[in-house]
């Protein structure tokens, strides 16, 4: 009887577990079922931080493309050769002898003999007054998301940044006024934004200011400046769109107690491994690619990964 039940245990063993559904996460899929090595994909939103990306014009073989429709071509690519994606967010891993254990929001609980984490980065939180109460009521982090919400209204984003300037000409597509709050004299994002930005007549910058309250009643109202425009220092917006760069998430690996650089970030090998056996770390959340967070070295790392856990196997198999 023992026998049986430690047999089908090993049988609900998945071979590898991906968490998280970027590029990088997709790309491990993608190859991993080329080496017909089983896996699982944990992600509630296929694409990650790339749906939130208005154009993409970096990526090769495409000379633009909405980040939202290269998701989609790389989710239907994982997909095309079988993958499974599982639409849960997974809140804590933990190891127990030589398998991981997945705990999944949804209290669900699943075991791997490898793990990819591909989760990526959170957005940074302002940490003013008004903040988390306005969260979902004109307080957002997700322009994609968001943005169609504000058709004929007014928004404001905060930051300087390319995320912050992509999120601009993302609302400015529904609505009526978008204004930029930054705290330099320019934005630091990339001057051809800047300069697409001062041509268009719905788009305003407000330089060298901070928000230091967000107010209203049901939904956000306003916001209150660290200095005064045109007379005041409360500015009328029907929303807030925070966009001041993100930090690494690793919450649900802690218990792990997985190498972290002075960042945060996870510390990984040339092979994309980390300090803990059969634990791998890719795209944004990881030391490697010399810190350039691109799309592409997101999938390279990837594919970096998956043929390590494939040649792996093959090694132990041969003993």
Known sequence: MT??????????????????????GLTASIYLSRYKV????????????????????????????????????MGDHAKSFGAEIVPEQVEKIEKEGELFV????????VLAKNVI???GTISNKLGVTGEEE?????????ATCDGPFFKNKEAVVVGGGNSAAVAVFILAEHAKKVTLIHRGDLPT???????????????????????????????????????EVDGSREYPTDGV????????????????KVELNEKGYVKVKADQSTSVENLYAVGDISTNSNGFRQIITACAEGAVAAITIFEKKRRSAKK
């Not at 930005?197 to 956000?220: C, F, Q, S, T, W």
């Not at 966009?243 to 919450?251: C, D, K, L, Y």
């Open 134 to 142: 306005f969260k979902g009521r004109g307080v957002s982090y997700c």
């Open 117 to 119: 984490y591909a989760v």
């Open 38 to 73: 089983p896996h699982l994909i944990f992600a509630t939103e296929v694409g990650g931080f790339m749906n939130e990306t208005d154009k993409i014009e970096n990526y090769p073989g495409f000379v633009s493309i909405s980040g939202f429709e290269l998701s989609q071509k």
């Open 241 to 256: 769109f925070i966009e001041i760069g993100s930090g690494p998430n690793t919450a649900p690996i802690k218990e792990l």
């Open 3 to 24: 026998e049986i039940k430690e047999k089908k245990a090993q049988e609900n063993v998945q071979e590898v577990a991906i968490v998280g559904g970027g590029p990088a």
């Open 102 to 109: 997945l705990h999944t929001f949804q209290k669900n609980k």
């Open 189 to 227: 994002c990339e001057p051809s934004y800047i300069e697409d930005m001062k041509k268009n007549p719905k788009i305003h910058l407000i330089p060298n200011a901070n928000v230091v309250e967000i107010k209203g009643d049901e939904r956000v109202k306003s916001v209150v400046l660290d200095r």
